[in-house]
């Protein structure tokens, strides 16, 4: 079965500071990989994805994650943090088993942005 | 566009019985997808279903059941409640192909079992 290791429950950085959320995964064969964002007293939404192309995705507010599949990581980076990235970030991953699709998530990190 | 809707927001339930939570998807989505979310196990995905069908499932026991009707609306019941099935419940939406698409999650049901 797929695991999903976030190594950082809680990750505090200075504003304007680079920061970077660990996620790596268990089984590599042909998987998707997705980051996730909960903010305070809000929904859970789609931060950025990889299915298929570049291993270098991004998002619209500037995060960017890699695939790895050498290290079977799929790590969180952003240059400059800004106190509105303050959120719960989350790592998933899907892969096929048994004809159908699971979806497994890390435990999530906790970014603080300390301004 | 409304967004995903859950509903109940709040629950209270005792040991034993069973639940029925209800979830509408974004107008046009024919995938919609269950999760748990407690301090303890995190985020757990449930099932999927597409087009009133189960099409992926995840690790849950046989209690967790769920279906699909033909306006997509999505309905999770859980029977014989225990203590630990006190979590909060999201169900997301999602058009294309489902689970790799992006998907839209409500605000969830809070399930408390006592």
């Known amino acids: 079965a797929q695991s999903v290791t976030q190594l950082d429950s809680q990750v505090p950085v200075f504003e304007e500071a680079p920061v970077e959320l660990r996620c790596n995964y268990s089984?590599?064969?042909?998987?998707?990989l997705f980051w996730y964002v909960q903010y305070p007293n809000q929904g859970l939404q789609l931060l950025l994805k990889?299915?298929?192309?570049?291993?270098l995705v991004e998002s619209i507010n500037g995060f960017e994650a890699e695939f790895n599949k050498s290290q079977t990581s799929f790590h969180l980076r952003k240059p400059s943090v800004h106190i509105s990235d303050t959120a719960e970030y989350f790592c998933?991953?899907?892969?096929?088993?048994?004809?159908?699709?699971?979806?497994?998530f890390g435990k999530g990190t906790k970014l603080s942005v300390i301004p | 566009k409304a967004g995903v809707t859950q509903t109940p927001r709040y629950l209270i339930k005792t040991r034993g019985q069973q639940v029925t939570l209800s979830c509408s998807p974004i107008s046009g989505h024919r995938s919609v997808s269950w999760y748990q979310q407690t301090p303890g196990q995190g985020l757990q995905f449930l099932f999927e279903?597409?087009?009133?069908?189960?099409?992926n499932k995840g690790n849950f026991p046989g209690r967790f059941s769920g279906r699909q009707f033909s306006n997509s609306r999505s309905e999770m019941n859980v029977s014989t409640l225990e203590l630990g099935d006190s979590a909060l419940y999201l169900c997301?939406?999602?058009?294309?192909?489902?689970?790799?698409?992006?998907?839209?999650f409500g605000p969830g049901t809070r399930l408390t079992v006592l």
């Open positions: 279903y597409f087009s009133e069908t189960q099409r």
């Open positions: 997301a939406s999602s058009g294309g192909q489902g689970l790799t698409d992006t998907q839209y």
């Open positions: 990889y299915l298929s192309g570049s291993t």
């Open positions: 998933a991953v899907m892969d096929s088993g048994a004809g159908s699709y699971q979806l497994t």
């Open positions: 089984s590599s064969v042909s998987v998707y």
